[in-house]
């Protein structure tokens, strides 16, 4: 049987989902190899986290992903048939610790709160409607489809699609609007690029 | 060959079966068929564990309260740095630990979402066991940290805004009428304009603030009306969870300088328990100081001593209740 317990969602929400801008800023500096992008990497990483058996002996929750996030990378490099020797060399050896986002560098609980209180405003509606009658007045899918006049199936995604924009807001540190979130993915990828080559020059 | 299923196919599927499971209250109600949806990729699991985790995160909206409206709360505190204490969130239910998050006491927030760079504007003093910084800031003011403390500085134009994350310090603030300066520590905010005041937060401890010059406005989190209590010079606020409210209570001017004599680099005692003493000396230096019979940590002790030099006060004590100290390596005895 697999599965997520609360209580593992739980965890994943408090020690993962806020390092996770983070986490793909470190993933795309370290160049991955062309079939293989930063949301597969993420996904992986987090089924591996989901899946083991217990997370309490886990001291640094952000070691750990970044640390999971390469060796993730590094398995796809080795089992790809072209094998450049030069790009396992660099990522086994691309520290973790320099990437290793300080805690000064995450937001603290209050702002994210206020970052998801801000978030949810950008929801577009239905959506937004339905997600806060769940949510703050925690009704359930049926009470929210007799006040919206809807039905339950629609309900169902509204909330869907709520959660699918808050994580790509979120999670990726991007805008809702598609347009504006290219620009942010752009703007994530020059900069972490100029500094890997300065790095790799110094 | 199938196509590989792109990572958006998966996310978008994932969050349906969160919502799915979310409408079915448990993962049992859907279970041969979740099971069999995970089975396939092996990023659908992953996938499927970030958007429960998004449903568990967004399950802190409750802490806005029943008429949280997004919009007057973009419209309010959209684009500014500090939302007002006015959206202070009741606690949050979680089996793990209970803790009162708000939106207040003026948390310094650039609300844009390009990776981390909106912290950037955020510095962060730390101090290691036995030392003491004092840090000149911007404005004119100074924080001088205690022993094993860490602060977190961020000055808007609104706004001078410290969290003491950890520890203690010393502010002496300088006078700006248009930016408030306040320090966050834990759930308590202390408010000034122009002052000098200590604040101490120590891991399971009340936080403390003793007022040295001026006053301050001393505000927890989490309680509506009359929770904001002005502390002038000579006072001190205790505020503790167990606690309702602030406690303010009066402090003779001289007790006043003689606790912040750490930072001189030196501690204080009157009349205070040896083992009280001893846990002092531990926040400043590796060596411990322990009693060969529990006893001995009941007798008091009154004076002035070096904060980095355990085995000097244990020596002194010695002298004065007639005991023996014998040093060890990290550690120093006090015995009969």
């Keep these: 049987m697999r599965g997520v317990s609360d209580q593992r969602a739980l965890w994943l929400a408090r020690h993962i989902l806020p390092l996770e801008p983070a986490l793909r800023a470190f993933l795309m500096r370290m160049r991955l190899p062309q079939d293989l992008d930063v949301d597969d990497v993420v996904q992986e990483a987090y089924s591996k986290l989901a899946a083991m ?64 209180g801000l978030a949810v405003a950008e929801l577009p509606d239905p959506s937004r409607k339905a997600f806060q009658l769940r949510m703050i007045d925690e009704l359930s899918h049926k009470e929210i489809a007799a006040r919206m006049g809807i039905t339950e199936n629609a309900v169902q995604k509204n909330i869907a699609k709520s959660i699918g924009l808050l994580l790509k807001k979120l999670g990726r540190g991007g805008n809702i609007s598609a347009g504006a979130s290219m620009k942010a993915q752009q703007r994530q990828n020059e900069e972490p690029d100029d500094t890997a080559r300065d790095e790799r020059r110094n | 060959m199938t196509q590989r299923e792109t990572s958006a196919e998966i996310d978008a599927a994932a969050a349906e079966w969160a919502a799915r499971v979310d409408g079915a209250q448990s993962e049992k109600a859907v279970q041969p068929e979740l099971d069999e949806w995970l089975s396939g990729d092996g990023r659908r699991l992953g996938a499927y564990a970030r958007a429960r985790a998004m449903f568990a995160h967004a399950s802190r909206l409750k802490a806005f309260g029943a008429d949280f409206d997004p919009d007057t709360y973009v419209a309010e505190y959209g684009a500014e740095d500090d939302p007002r204490p006015e959206f202070e969130a009741e606690p949050e239910k979680t089996p793990l630990r209970r803790r009162t998050f708000l939106i207040g006491g003026g948390a310094a927030i650039v609300a844009t979402f390009v990776g981390v760079s909106w912290q950037a504007a955020a510095e962060t003093y730390s101090t290691g066991r036995g030392e003491i910084r004092l840090v000149p800031l911007k404005d004119g003011s100074s924080m001088t940290l205690n022993t094993a403390s860490t602060a977190r500085v961020r000055f808007t134009e609104k706004l001078r805004h410290v969290e003491l994350v950890d520890g203690e310090a010393i502010f002496d603030v300088a006078v700006d009428h248009a930016r408030p300066f306040v320090v966050a520590a834990a759930d308590t905010n202390i408010r000034a304009v122009g002052t000098s005041f200590n604040v101490r937060r120590l891991a399971g401890q009340t936080v403390e603030v003793t007022v040295r010059q001026g006053s301050v406005d001393v505000h927890r989190d989490g309680i509506r009306n009359g929770s904001t209590r002005h502390i002038s010079a000579n006072m001190r606020a205790i505020s503790s969870a167990s606690t309702p409210g602030i406690v303010p209570s009066s402090v003779p001017p001289d007790k006043v300088s003689l606790e912040l004599a750490w930072r001189e680099g030196m501690l204080s005692f009157e009349d205070v328990p040896l083992q009280q003493a001893a846990d002092q000396f531990a926040r400043y230096s590796d060596k411990r100081i322990v009693f060969s019979d529990p006893a001995i940590g009941n007798e008091t002790v009154t004076g002035l001593f070096a904060a980095n030099d355990p085995v000097g006060f244990a020596r002194s004590v010695a002298l004065s209740l007639n005991l023996k100290a014998d040093t060890g390596a990290d550690y120093v005895v006090l015995a009969r």
């Excluded at chain 1, 796809?76 to 000064?104: F, G, L, M, N, Q």
């Design chain 1, 53 to 116: 058996e217990s997370v309490d002996d886990i001291q640094n929750p952000r070691t750990y992903a970044f640390s999971i996030a390469r060796t993730i990378v590094l398995m796809h490099i080795r089992r790809s048939k072209v094998v450049s020797i030069r790009a396992v060399d660099d990522i086994e050896t691309y520290p973790v610790a320099a990437d290793d986002p300080s805690p000064e560098q995450q937001a603290s609980d209050r702002q994210q709160l206020h970052l998801l």
